[in-house]
């Protein structure tokens, strides 16, 4: 099955956090001028314009902050995953990064501050998308399953 959805540019600045994620790691930057995290990764500090930038590897692991389910108004790429979970997660690092919540049973068993950890999907060769699952749900992506058992 060929990834159709939209998918990142791959920056000389975003390139380290991309082959992280392909190797199952989160990463997140830290600037050495002002000392603090930073989520999406980006060519300079936000805060303090530093350009002492570097990546540091996270627990992969954080809160839900926010939620939604996502029935209806999805944009055209995600109609066929209808329904969905959109989240924003406050990591354990102290910065938040939105992604979709994979792997839970209830939606109305979700609550914020409900601790949860990174899984990746692998969507091409290049490029695994980091998203959150409840902690120790027991989740795998349909297609990782399909290749764990063809092999």
Request: charged share 30%.
């Amino acid at each position: 099955m060929t990834y159709t959805k939209p998918l990142p540019k791959i920056r000389p600045y975003t390139k380290e956090f991309w082959e992280a994620a392909k190797r199952g790691e989160l990463l997140i930057q830290h600037c050495d001028d002002c000392n603090r995290n930073i989520f999406y990764p980006r060519a300079v500090c936000p805060r303090c314009k530093g350009k002492n930038v570097r990546y540091i590897k996270t627990s992969g692991r954080g809160r839900l902050f926010s939620f939604s389910l996502v029935e209806k108004g999805a944009p055209p790429d995600f109609k066929e995953d209808v329904p969905y979970v959109i989240c924003l997660v406050d990591l354990d690092e102290k910065v938040r990064i939105g992604s979709m919540l994979v792997g839970y049973d209830d939606y109305w068993a979700l609550k914020p501050g409900m601790e949860v950890e990174v899984v990746f999907h692998p969507v091409t060769e290049e490029i695994s998308l980091p998203k959150f699952k409840p902690v120790g749900s027991e989740f795998v992506f349909p297609e990782q399953n399909q290749s764990e058992e063809g092999t």
